[in-house]
C-alpha cells in the first residue's frame, strides 16, 4: 500500500511534457528501490519480532526450570497446580514491573543499550502474560475436575473474569499515565518559564 501510494504520487508529480524514455526508466529504478526498502524494513521488523519471543521464552523457561522443576520438583509449570502458579504469576508480575520501571528510570544513550532496553521490557511484559496464562489453564483444568459445570461454562466465566480484571488493570493503568503525562507536562512548562524569566 505505502509503495504504491508512493509511486501514484511520483506519476502525478510527473508533468506530461517531461514524460519520456528517460524519466519512465527513472521511474522504474525508484520503484525496484522503494520495493527493496521496504522488504528491507519488513524482514528487520519480522527478526526483531522473533528476536523477542526466543528471549522472552529462554528467560521464562529458565525461570520455570528454575521455580517449578528444581524448587517445586513437579515436570513441569502446567503440572504444578494452579496455587504454585499463581504465585508464580504474581510474583513474575511484581518483579518484571519493577525491572520495566527502573530500566525506564535509566537514560541510554548508544543504540546497543536502547535495543538491549527494548527487547528485555518487551520480554518482560511477554513472560508476564504467559506467566497468567499458564495459571489459568491450571485453574481451568482444576476446575474441571470438580464436575460442577461443564468445561465450555467454566470457560466462560474464567473469560469474563479475565476480562474484568483487564478493564481495570487497564483502565488503572491510563489514569495514572495521564497523571504522569500531566505531571511531566507541568515541569517542562515550569522549566520553560523559569528559563524566560532568567534570560537577560
Not at 504444578?80 to 527502573?102: D, P
Not at 528510570?105 to 518482560?124: G, I, P, Q, V, Y
Not at 474441571?144 to 474484568?164: D, G, H, N, R, T
Request: aromatic share 12%; with cysteine.
Amino acid at each position: 500500500v505505502c509503495l504504491a501510494e508512493k509511486t501514484q504520487e511520483r506519476v502525478l508529480s510527473t508533468s506530461p511534457g517531461t514524460a519520456g524514455s528517460e524519466s519512465s526508466s527513472n521511474l522504474v529504478v525508484q520503484m525496484i528501490d522503494d520495493i527493496f526498502e521496504d522488504l528491507e524494513e519488513a524482514s528487520r521488523n519480522v527478526v526483531l519480532s522473533a528476536l523477542h519471543f526466543v528471549y522472552a521464552w529462554a528467560q521464562l523457561d529458565t525461570l520455570n526450570a528454575l521455580v517449578f522443576t528444581y524448587l517445586l520438583g513437579c515436570e513441569s509449570a502446567g503440572s504444578c497446580g494452579y496455587r504454585n502458579n499463581f504465585l508464580f504469576a504474581l510474583a513474575a508480575t511484581i518483579f518484571f514491573a519493577r525491572v520495566c520501571a527502573v530500566l525506564k528510570l535509566e537514560t541510554r544513550r548508544t543504540a546497543w543499550n536502547k535495543a538491549s532496553m527494548a527487547l528485555t521490557t518487551k520480554a518482560c511484559s511477554l513472560n508476564t502474560g504467559w506467566a497468567w496464562a499458564v495459571y489459568c489453564r491450571t485453574a481451568i483444568a482444576s476446575a474441571e475436575s470438580f464436575e460442577v459445570l461443564s468445561p465450555i461454562a467454566m470457560y466462560v466465566i474464567c473469560m469474563l473474569f479475565a476480562w474484568v480484571c483487564i478493564s481495570f488493570i487497564h483502565r488503572r493503568f491510563e489514569v495514572e499515565r495521564r497523571a504522569w503525562d500531566r505531571h511531566c507536562k507541568e515541569e517542562a512548562e515550569e522549566l520553560e518559564l523559569d528559563l524566560q524569566l532568567s534570560a537577560p
